[in-house]
């Protein structure tokens, strides 16, 4: 039975209690490492009444049977997109891109010079603002990029999110901060869109990655953006994703961390803090 108090926070009409939060809790910690608090359960409600609503159940309850069974694997997925999708923008934390720009654009373009391959990690680029702040940033310092052997690679959790990313297509409230003159760039407007030109796309590749799972790719990275994604997860986790994070750093690499996480040097003692605030440097 569904207390008022409980009717109140969830604030509609499908029936929701304790019970069904803490079941999808425990799916959203097993299947991504995201921790909800207690506080985020009318945040649950809100994101997951329309699927249950198209899925034509009655209640969380019978939608929690469902997305344990194995009909309901599909509808597990969809229900981890929209616990997981966070909004953000481009270029947020503008000091990380200035760091990039100044401090590794020029090693990018030695070695790409060179004839090595450089890449770049957005771990959880969510909708893509941040790996196409990224592109934008190569380009205006290294205009000849893709040329050479240079790619970001920027991965989600969430297959609809990776979806939505390969368009670069993004409304004009979404790219107000995006400067003038990049925009003039790399975009147009079409109505009240904006689309990316192929020569910015060009440079991310799109994949749907779990962190939380074996990582497919052998190469390592000269930058890592990993930003406000810890925060979601316990301490253990969090130490966890550091440590592999370290290691998928070239040496002398950088890692961009959100502005309310830290890494604690007991932790990961080959990288160090350096001038930028939250970005680390792996030791030479």
């Known amino acids: 039975m569904i207390t008022l108090a409980e009717q109140n926070l969830s604030g509609g009409d499908i029936p929701y209690d304790e ?3 803490n079941n999808i809790r425990n799916i959203l910690k097993e299947k991504s490492g995201i921790s909800l608090s207690a506080s985020k359960k009318p945040l649950v409600y809100s994101r997951l009444s329309r ?3 198209l899925c034509s159940l009655p209640d969380f309850r019978s939608y929690v049977s469902f997305v344990n069974s194995p009909a309901g694997s599909e509808e597990q997925l969809c229900m981890i997109d929209a616990l997981t999708t966070n909004v953000t923008n481009f270029f947020r934390e503008k000091h990380h ?6 401090i590794v654009m020029p090693e990018i373009i030695r070695r790409a010079e060179r004839g090595e ?14 790996p196409f702040s990224i592109a934008m940033t190569i380009l205006d310092s290294f205009p000849k990029a893709n040329n050479y052997n240079i790619k970001i690679l920027a ?10 990313c390969r368009r670069g297509v993004y409304s004009l409230k979404e790219t107000e901060s995006i400067p003038d003159n990049f925009l003039k760039k790399w975009s147009r407007k079409t109505g009240n869109e904006i689309h990316f030109s192929d020569d910015l796309k060009e440079l991310v590749s799109f994949k749907n990655l779990n962190l939380l799972k074996p990582w497919p790719m052998q190469c390592q990275f000269i930058s ?12 253990d986790t969090q130490n966890m994703l550091w440590r ?7 040496p002398g690499g950088y890692l961009y961390i959100g502005h309310s996480e830290k890494i604690a040097p007991e932790i990961v003692p080959d990288i160090t803090p350096c001038g930028c605030p939250t970005t680390y440097r792996k030791d030479i």
């Open 19 to 21: 019970s069904d939060f």
């Open 51 to 53: 699927r249950v609503r």
């Open 97 to 102: 891109f200035e760091h990039f720009s100044q």
């Open 117 to 130: 391959k450089v890449r770049i990690w957005s771990s959880a680029c969510s909708s893509g603002q941040e």
């Open 155 to 164: 991965t989600d959790i969430s297959f609809e999110m990776i979806d939505f």
């Open 224 to 235: 890592i953006f990993c930003r406000n994604v810890a925060i979601y997860f316990d301490r």
């Open 244 to 250: 592999r994070l370290s290691d998928a750093l070239l």
